[in-house]
């Protein structure tokens, strides 16, 4: 199927009336301006993208609009705890014994997680494992550098996961870019983008760090104080805008669960 | 027939200690294969934590009926072939609704947890489930077919389809059990007993790193958490078949507990030791080994 480029201007989203996001100290963020980031885009010619007609296996022809059919374009709303304060206790409980990480390596600290499944390291004994896919996974680690490239998939992985999800950050370049300041291609800071519960600052930290790390996200969510899911829905704009500002070729839904 | 209504108790203990038997059962099995590998594996009571987290999660999407039936399906399976095989022979509290010919129906509840799945995990639309139902379906068939065979072969050789006169006839000490009486129907149901416990060398439908999980790769939430529950109800409620049929059953618990925990092993021993099978090896890895132990036992018995 033959494609023809289209280029067109894209409004982004008013942000009227959001509160300003705090950083881990407590400072605030500098706000997005509306309109800060209009700007020409060029669609991929991607033909799986295009509206097209579909017959399907009782021979009726339909027509489908991927972006708008095969996902969901309803955002994500802030989902209250358990009503009874022993009862989520208990769940913090076993969701801070219980944390499954997607396996997605998305830089080059991934390599510092692969050791904590072997021997030496073990992480199965405090309880943390590795599932293959998003929707069974509690915990992103982004390790390492990001670039705008995979922030995209990152996005749309954390997105699937289901609440209360945690984020991690591995490594000084989700922290503040890492060597990284001053790369063309990669994010700074991992903040902006998803909620970050812990840092684990070094470049590279052992794999001692990330145990360290992982006990300290388990006193976080024992105190009920991960709520990084909720905190997204909350500040949803402000995150869509700031992912908007640095991804170009932004062909997919604003929310894809 | 009056139906006893203090059935209904009964079973639900029965389905109470077999479930936490069963949860503990997993971790302890899971520790010792992390042992194998000189790790020193999760928690006893890893397993607990998982199902409440995943039962406890807040949010869980749904992809249609049958994706949402899909685990109903399994726990059910897992539930009704344990509620309709004697689990304590000559116990009145834990016989359950086992009758005449329940050898039957409890064939058919060994496969239809698998058939459930296949439709809820098809509904998901994720190529990955896809590719896990296709391997799954073809692996349990093969290793369902020795099986049959070897439950035919018992029920010929005691002219009876239920289980609890079978276990009745073992009862006269250990050279009466099927797997002296009977060995080659034993050996056939063994090895298939390998195919659908889900463990190496067998298990590459799950193959959690390569084909991401298979046919569970959409279920999340309270959904994974049913499949859970079944995971710790299912193997054990189909080593109670195994053991009822072929190793004598059990009179009490402490026995009930012990042979569970033998049969068990067996899986896991061979599966420590030995590296996983392809889907196309291991279908005709059954039909070469397995199977025609099946048929001659039919033949010679």
Known sequence: MKVELESRIVEGPEVVGVEPALDLQGKALPAVQPGAYSRTVTLMPRAELERRMV?????????????????????????????????????????????????????????????????RFDAYRFGIQWRPTPRQANLFVISGYLSVKTLKRAIRCYEQMQNPKYVVGLGSCTINGGMYWDSYNTIKRLDDYLPVDVYIAGCMPRPEALLQGFEDLKKLIRAGKAEGANQYAERFDWYKANQKQIIHDWDMPDYNW | ??????????????????????????????????????????????????????????????????????????????????LFVPTIYGSEMFSNLSFAGDLILALYFVFFGTLGMALGAGESGHPNAAIGITRGLSQVTAAELPFALAVFSVALQYQTFSITDIVAVQQAGFTS?????????????????????????????????????????????????????????????????????????????????????????????????????????????????????????????
């Open chain 2, 1 to 82: 027939m009056p139906f006893d209504w203090m059935k209904i108790p009964y079973a639900l203990l029965t389905l109470f200690i077999v479930f936490n038997f069963g949860m503990l059962l997993n971790a302890l099995i899971q520790k010792i294969g992390a042992r194998v590998g000189r790790r020193y594996g999760v928690p006893i009571w890893q397993n607990y934590a998982d199902l409440i987290k995943n039962y406890g999660l807040r949010s869980s999407i749904t992809h249609g009926v049958m994706y949402y039936l899909g685990p109903v399906f399994r726990l059910t399976g897992g539930v009704g072939l344990l």
């Open chain 1, 55 to 119: 017959k399907g296996p009782d021979g009726v022809e339909f027509e489908v609009e991927p972006l708008r059919d095969y996902y969901c374009e309803a955002g994500p709303t802030v989902m209250p705890a358990a009503y009874l304060k022993i009862v989520e206790d208990l769940f913090n409980w076993a969701r801070s014994r219980s944390i499954w990480i997607l396996g997605f390596g998305t830089g080059c600290g991934a390599i510092e997680m692969r050791p904590l499944m072997t021997p």
């Open chain 2, 177 to 301: 059990w099927t797997l002296f009486t009977n060995p080659l129907a034993v050996a056939a149901a063994m090895l298939s007993f390998l195919g659908s416990m889900m463990r190496p060398p067998f298990d590459v439908v799950l193959a959690p790193q390569e084909i991401p999980i298979g046919p569970p790769t959409e279920y999340h939430s309270s959904y994974l958490a049913l499949m859970q529950t079944n995971r710790a109800i299912f193997p054990i409620a189909k080593i109670v078949l195994y053991m009822s049929l072929f190793f004598g059953g059990a009179a009490s618990w402490p026995v009930f507990f012990l042979k569970v925990f033998a049969i068990y092993m067996v899986s896991v021993l061979v599966g420590v030791a030995f590296p996983r099978f392809r889907v196309e090896q291991s279908i005709r890895w059954f039909l070469i080994w397995a199977v025609p132990l099946g048929v001659l036992s039919i033949v010679l018995v």
